[in-house]
């Protein structure tokens, strides 16, 4: 094959990722989005401490202190789980958070999104604000 239709074929598939990626990028802006629970969650009391995932949030407790964070993973948006007492693991492609909700490896670069929680005394719960 001669160097001018080498190069042609070359700019042809460079070319063909470029609408590929614009067809994708609304797939990557919903799942961020999607990153927060749609309504309040309330988790009852006591929470272990540690962290505990609860259906789309991730609880760290210590003590009567309480922070949370979503279950989604800001690479792509796959839920994260529980790794060893003190990380959480995407399982989709590696990435570690510390149980301040940091990544520390793999390809996220952005921390899970933080969730205001409160401490509903009459109710004996945790309620987990999704508009935080």
Not at 46 to 62: A, M
Not at 82 to 99: A, I, N, Y
Request: charged letters at 25%; hydrophobic letters at 35%.
């Amino acid at each position: 094959m001669d160097s001018s239709r080498r190069n042609t074929v070359r700019l042809l598939a460079r070319l063909t990722w470029v609408p590929l990626g614009l067809l994708l990028l609304p797939l990557r802006i919903r799942r961020k989005a999607q990153a927060r629970p749609a309504e309040p969650l309330t988790i009852s009391l006591p929470v272990p401490d540690g962290l505990s995932i609860h259906g789309s949030v991730v609880i760290l407790s210590e003590g009567s202190e309480y922070r949370a964070f979503s279950t989604r993973c800001t690479h792509l948006g796959c839920r994260v789980q529980e790794g060893d007492t003190s990380t959480l693991v995407c399982p989709c492609h590696g990435s570690r958070f510390d149980t301040e909700g940091r990544p520390f490896a793999g390809p996220a670069r952005e921390p899970l999104a933080s969730l205001a929680c409160r401490v509903d005394a009459e109710e004996r719960a945790l309620v987990v604000d999704p508009e935080s």
